[in-house]
């Protein structure tokens, strides 16, 4: 893995900081600069390396083929590169590293904008072809790699994350429409970043920018789409099917466990993660080492036993990482690695467990993705039951059954069970689309109509943040009605969430994670199978648990789906009750400027008494307090974690400044 930044702009404006993205990349650093635009402009190209495979120095980088006509920059992990590196030596080729990062530079002087395509992995990299003075950019097909731009008279800048954009002279100006979809979501969806004017390369696009008449002319496309194509069932024999299913998802652990430095997984004790290891185990050289994390004052979410069990039965040199840090405190970790506000707490956990393994390996394995792929969330089953709630007489849906569902009170532990609840209540007699916008959305219409200032809702008016859902929806039309869910969390939640924050908190500590199951072929297989063999008796994973069986212990195929959730609830009734006040009291809210200090307060006053849980929302707030106060007033993240959070500066060196 690896951090990459670029710019083309007039000659010498930009000398570019090779330590910005160093945690991304901390085994070595190189930057190239070349004429572009018949020497009116130079491009500049910046790579920090992780060394992962070929850790000679053949595989630096930027890398330019033989002849110098190609540079390429590039973060990731093609996975097929052995392969496509065969084909291109039989149409005359010559490598000069066994590098991936080599076949990228063939394979565009024999594909062209095409490579993408052709490519089985996680990446996102930068191209300059020389003679023709274009610039190619691409990123993978589910987003596991982020890739950042800007683009402004005479000037544009790309790179792995926002800090390199902010630091090549782009401005820092909040962008108000997508702050508005940040409080509906909890990210930012693509091409949204927090700053206007800088942008975000969606997942499996392509962008070429071309020098004419001394003006950039950009353009992009989609190059993939997991949809299955029309006409292309998978038949009704069943027991072929899971064997097919089994044999996917032995090859997606295969083909990345390719390393040259110590690999691992990360073991939670679930279904997903523990079939990971079973076929890593299985085809691993060495005793294959798992990590757990444990958090001895949340045991509602502590899964060492479990880890235990599963790592037992396979034989693994496993460890139990404990966390014992003021975990909150990471708030300030999470708004430095991803430069802008992330509402997902879960990002604090992540950034935790990921910087305990990295003392003993630096490529781990992971479990993302098998939720969506085969139904694993509540969600789904509330879908299935909805069906059959919209055909009750709705005086009864929409009226006394939401009416006593508003008087439910809310879960402060970090499960969402009586707020899930609450809300199937309130909108599962809507159609299918709309309700699942309200599962899966925060702050909603309403809420946001009582929290916007005047001036706020004006400068955020625009663009309506439910389209960005409903595209996908209107995309995956010809799907039945879970599969339609399961293509749109993996085109948004997935995507723009999940595979998010593991990025940038694996990347925070210098750890490559890899996730298997978002392998491109075992994607375009499981949204072929009908919701019914995902599915039964409400349950998910169904065909899932059939295909590997073989591998796991009963009781872990039995195991119910625990999210890995901190309690936020509990904290902000507790120690965070402080921070809440400060940071979003009156006196701070109205300085801002964009909410209304009244609703805040009832946020919090709601959620302090236990009417609701709030939590989620709570923690977007914090987020886009903290974000503004570092990035947009310099406020030192040392300042904010002893001040706000009550942490010195020896427990805050205890948590880890992942430079």
């Not at 009156?586 to 849980?613: C, K, M, N, T």
Request: glycine share 6%.
């Amino acid at each position: 893995m690896c951090g990459i930044q670029g710019w083309i702009s007039p000659p010498r404006r930009f000398q570019p900081d090779l330590k910005l993205l160093s945690h991304r990349g901390p085994d070595d650093a190189g930057v190239v600069r070349l004429p572009a635009g018949n020497s009116a402009w130079e491009i500049g190209l910046v790579h920090n390396r992780l060394a992962i495979i070929d850790l000679s120095p053949a595989g630096h980088q930027p890398m330019r083929n033989a002849d110098g006509s190609l540079w390429v920059t590039f973060n990731g992990e093609i996975y097929n590169y052995p392969e496509l590196a065969r084909e291109l030596r039989e149409r005359g080729y010559h490598f000069q590293s066994r590098s991936d990062t080599e076949v990228l530079l063939h394979g565009y002087s024999e594909w062209g904008e095409r490579l993408p395509e052709r490519l089985r992995g996680m990446f996102a990299f930068a191209l300059w072809d020389v003679a023709r003075e274009r610039l190619f950019l691409a990123r993978d097909r589910l987003g596991k790699k982020p890739l950042f731009y800007a683009l402004a008279p005479e000037r544009f800048a790309f790179a792995s994350e926002i800090k390199a954009i902010l630091a090549a002279g782009f401005p820092a100006a909040p962008d108000p429409e997508a702050l508005d979809h940040y409080l509906t979501y909890l990210y930012f969806p693509p091409p949204y970043t927090a700053f206007r004017g800088i942008r975000k390369l969606p997942p499996a696009h392509a962008m070429m920018l071309e020098l004419r008449n001394g003006e950039m002319a950009p353009r992009s496309w989609r190059y993939w789409d997991s949809l299955p194509s029309a006409g292309d069932p998978l038949g009704d024999d069943y027991p072929g099917v899971v064997a097919r299913l089994r044999e996917l998802i032995e090859d997606a652990v295969r083909v990345r466990l390719m390393s040259d430095v110590p690999l691992g997984v990360l073991l939670s004790g679930g279904l997903d993660s523990s079939a990971i290891a079973a076929q890593a185990a299985r085809h691993s050289t060495t005793r294959l080492r798992s990590f757990t994390v444990a958090f001895p004052e949340d045991s509602h979410y502590d899964e060492q036993q479990d880890a235990a069990q599963v790592s037992a039965a396979l034989h693994l040199e496993h460890r139990v990482l404990v966390s014992r840090a003021d975990s909150a405190a990471h708030l300030t970790t999470v708004v430095r690695h991803f430069d802008e506000p992330f509402g997902n707490p879960t990002a604090i956990l992540e950034f935790e467990l990921t910087r305990l393994t990295r003392q003993f390996i630096t490529v781990a394995l992971s479990g993302e993705g098998g939720d969506e792929l085969f139904l694993g969330y509540p969600r789904y089953a509330g879908a299935r039951l909805a069906g059959a709630y919209r055909h009750l007489p709705q005086w009864l849906t929409r009226g006394l059954v939401a009416n006593l569902s508003a008087r439910l009170t809310d879960a402060s532990d970090g499960r969402h069970g009586f707020r899930r609840l609450r809300e199937f209540a309130e909108s599962g007699w809507q159609p299918l689309e709309d309700a699942y916008l309200r599962w899966v959305g925060y702050f909603s219409p309403a809420e946001k109509a009582a929290l916007y200032t005047p001036a706020f809702r004006q400068a955020a008016s625009g663009a309506d943040p439910a389209d960005f859902l409903r595209r996908r929806f209107q995309q995956g039309a010809a799907l039945d009605p879970l599969s339609r869910l399961s293509y749109v969390d993996l085109e948004s939640f997935l995507c723009c969430n999940v595979l998010e924050y593991s990025d940038r908190m694996s990347m925070a500590n210098s750890l490559e994670i890899r996730c298997p199951l978002t392998d491109q072929h075992l994607v375009e297989f499981a949204l072929r199978l009908p919701a019914s063999w995902k599915m039964r008796r409400l349950r998910g994973k169904s065909i899932l648990k059939e295909a590997i069986a073989p591998w796991l212990p009963a009781a872990t195929l039995r195991k119910p789906k625990l999210g890995f959730n901190p309690p936020a609830g509990k904290w902000m009734r507790h120690d965070l009750a402080p921070a809440l006040q400060a940071l979003l009291g009156a006196p701070r809210i109205e300085q801002r400027g964009w909410f209304q200090p009244a609703a805040v307060a009832s946020l919090i006053e709601a959620h302090r008494a236990g009417r609701r849980d709030y939590s989620l929302q709570l923690w977007a707030l914090l987020a886009l307090e903290v974000w503004q106060m570092m990035l947009l007033d310099g406020v030192s993240e040392e300042e904010i974690r002893e001040r706000y959070f009550h942490l010195p500066a020896a427990a805050t060196a205890a948590l880890g400044t992942a430079q």
